[in-house]
């Protein structure tokens, strides 16, 4: 059985990776939710705080006035998946 854990991070990898692909968001938004990507799975830090600066740049994107709704609403989902691991 796969961990809870991998499977929520698997999860939040798919939606940063929709996000990241989408050429109908922002240059810089895919940027971020690619760099969040790496920075969630770099082995430098300790889970917890890797999910709590990725949760920090996704608010910091989800904030941006010109992130169409669709997106703010992928960003939001991983947020609150990110949120429940910590």
Do not use: Y
Not at 1 to 18: A, G, P, R
Not at 21 to 32: A, M, Q
Not at 43 to 64: F, K, M, T, Y
Not at 73 to 82: P, Y
Request: glycine share 2%.
């Amino acid at each position: 059985m796969i961990n809870t854990v991998d499977k929520k991070l698997e999860q939040v990898s798919t939606l940063l990776d929709m996000l990241a692909e989408d050429t109908s968001v922002p240059r810089n938004i895919r940027k971020g939710a690619k760099d969040s990507k790496e920075r969630l799975f770099g082995q430098h830090e300790a889970l917890d705080l890797r999910c709590a600066s990725v949760v920090s740049i996704l608010e910091e994107l989800s904030n941006d006035p010109n992130i169409p709704l669709h997106a703010r609403t992928l960003i939001w989902n991983a947020t609150s998946i990110l949120e429940s691991i910590k």
